[in-house]
């Protein structure tokens, strides 16, 4: 676990190969490159068929049933393929909004009956006009000048028909007119069994459409492929004769890359970083806590000579949503949820990381909340071996305040060390010692209480740790003369500031204690309504029950999972980085070739770029 060390290299050829050596290089898949010269806009070639190409892509990528693909090396005419499927996708689209249409009008319709309308010639150049008026504005009608008739009533509404050869005025009644049609409600169903067949019958050929689906994801990885070597060959120095490339490579890949430049005639020189090169950051870490490092790299990217942290969020991000959801009940649905689609979460790496941390998250949780004695708010019988182990007690304040600041000591205890051992020889290590000398020492004076001989060697520690922060603090100004001097007695003065923000951060951790008082007292509480709902009656009081048993824990379960993620996070994101990462980097971003299983929008380093 760890951030892996890096190269830089410089590799030159001959201006004629340069196209073939870029191809291979993204091939190789190892290096990340330096712009050594501004680029200019990058369009991809044919910009309309490619959007084209994407569409279709998009189509047959969403579509509900999908058939096994034709073999990557099939020969098909692009244009044409890209064409159906196109056209099949307006044909959806055109039978779909067909289909909300005559919906629409049959929804209109049914309250009105199964009817024709005479031919206007039929009757005098008259026409009718629809109204769904409620009776209790039956008075409307009286004010209506033009002939009208009542054709039918419900429990609420006239049905009513007024007679006119144009439409009457807007305001002629208080309501708007109905929009009936003139085709009759028994062929406008008919009507939407035809359009519901039809759309069947181009869902099918969308699934034999979906043959192509690996297809075009490989021309589309390609082209995006392509698009990304010639953003390279513009960023690249070039003269008559030859060009350079330089880059970041992992020390462990300089091997592979070294037999490339030698199996291509190419020049290569690899140099170690120097102080004042800011390299790209790419964490390894194990493989059981790979989601840590997804986790990191949400919200930020280390620096290169900093640490990885990815172990650390992992496991208190683990141990922080356990303390906030507080409840084993809970935590078994997560693990169920998860056992449950364990095998569609393995479908790629990232999947395969989301779901090692849900194990972790439900694990954690589950252990917790046996040791906090909570069951969907329901704590275990008296004697039981469950309520032996309950040795938490959510409800007990000053304890509960206790273990959350003191996890937020240790918690920041690690970001400081960890701090201190990236800065080891430098002032900004002193410092980070001293805090962690202070929050210790106050720690122990807020537990000890009273005056007694640890709470006065807490009080020398403390004082000790803020002469450490000072002293740390000034040695990062150089001396020399008067002005220097005055300059880190300044900076040792502004250092001891961080004292309000280092003791504010570990009281952020409380938050651990709140929310788990809040979901457990909200599953206690649900409890109890169902309860006084049941009541002495066993029939629609045993139904009213179970209905605030489900409803209430669904809102508590969902509210302790929010919170668990937000708060979880931002425990590890705002308080923990803010003390243990003091240098901001940015990621490691290989040239190489994109799986066709990407999608299009993502393959494409025009939209990235």
Not at 4 to 21: F, N, S, Y
Not at 55 to 84: G, I, M, Q, S, W
Not at 142 to 152: H, N, T
Not at 205 to 226: I, M, Q
Request: glycine share 10%.
């Amino acid at each position: 676990m760890s951030i892996v060390p890096m190269r830089r290299i410089t590799l030159c050829g001959l201006i004629g190969e340069k196209e073939a050596i870029l191809a291979a290089l993204q091939e190789l898949g190892v290096v990340h490159l330096i712009p050594l010269r501004k680029p200019g806009a990058l369009a991809p070639e044919d910009p309309a068929m490619r959007r084209r190409t994407e569409t279709a892509f998009r189509h047959l990528d969403e579509a509900p049933y999908r058939l096994r693909p034709y073999r990557p090396a099939t020969a098909f005419d692009l244009a044409a393929v890209v064409d159906e499927i196109v056209a099949n996708r307006a044909r959806l689209r055109q039978l779909r909004d067909r289909r909300d249409a005559i919906e629409q009008r049959i929804a209109t319709l049914e309250q009105w009956g199964d009817f024709r309308l005479p031919p206007v010639g039929a009757i005098g150049g008259q026409r009718l006009w629809f109204y769904a008026l409620p009776i209790h504005q039956r008075a409307a009608l009286d004010r209506v000048a033009l002939p009208w008739q009542i054709v039918g009533k419900g429990t609420t509404t006239l049905f009513v028909a007024i007679v006119s050869p144009d439409e009457p005025p807007v305001d002629v009644l208080p309501v708007t007119r109905a929009r009936t049609g003139g085709v009759p409600l028994g062929e406008l169903r008919e009507a939407l069994e035809d359009t519901q067949v039809d759309i069947e019958d181009a869902e099918v050929k969308r699934a034999e459409l979906t043959r192509w689906r690996l297809a075009l994801g490989l021309h589309l990885a390609e082209a995006a492929d392509g698009d990304e070597r010639r953003a390279v060959a513009e960023q690249t120095l070039d003269d008559d004769r030859v060009f350079a490339l330089q880059g970041w490579v992992p020390a462990e890949a300089e091997t592979a890359l070294t037999a490339f430049a030698q199996r291509r005639g190419l020049a290569l020189v690899v140099e170690e970083p120097a102080a004042a090169d800011r390299p790209p950051t790419l964490l390894r870490p194990a493989a059981q806590v790979g989601s840590g490092a997804d986790l990191t790299l949400f919200y930020t990217s280390p620096g290169y000579r900093s640490w990885d942290p990815s172990l650390i969020v992992f496991i208190s991000f683990a141990a922080f949503f356990a303390m906030i959801v507080a409840d084993a009940g809970y935590a078994a649905v997560i693990a169920a949820a998860t056992a449950l689609f364990w095998r569609r979460l393995g479908g790629s790496p990232t999947l395969r990381r989301g779901r090692t941390l849900l194990a972790a998250l439900s694990g954690v949780s589950l252990l917790y909340g046996v040791l906090a004695g909570a069951y969907f708010g329901v704590p275990p019988p008296a004697g039981s071996l469950a309520a032996r182990v309950a040795v938490i007690n959510v409800h007990d304040f000053d304890g509960m305040m206790r273990l959350s600041v003191g996890i937020g000591v240790l918690h920041l205890t690690v970001a400081l060390a960890a701090a201190a051992s990236v800065n080891r020889g430098s002032g900004k290590a002193i410092t980070a010692l001293g805090w962690i000398a202070t929050i210790w020492a106050g720690f122990a004076m807020w537990i000890g209480g009273g005056e007694t001989v640890a709470t006065s060697v807490a009080s020398a520690a403390l004082a000790g740790g803020l002469f450490a922060v000072a002293f740390g603090g000034a040695m990062e100004q150089p001396a020399g003369g008067g002005a220097g001097w005055g300059r880190r007695a300044l900076a040792g003065a502004l250092a001891l500031t961080g004292i309000t923000k280092i003791f504010g951060d570990i009281l952020s951790y409380l938050r651990l204690f709140a929310l788990g008082l809040a979901s457990a007292s909200l599953a206690a509480t649900f409890n109890t309504l169902a309860l006084d709902m049941r009541g002495d009656n066993p029939g629609i009081g045993t139904l009213l029950s179970l209905v605030v048993l489900v409803l209430g824990h669904g809102v508590n379960f969902l509210l302790g999972v929010m919170s668990g993620v937000v708060h979880g996070l931002r425990l590890n994101f705002i308080e923990f980085f803010s003390w243990g990462l003091t240098e901001e980097g940015y990621p490691f971003r290989a040239f190489a070739r994109r799986p066709a299983e990407m999608s299009p929008v993502e393959a494409s380093p025009v939209h990235a770029r």
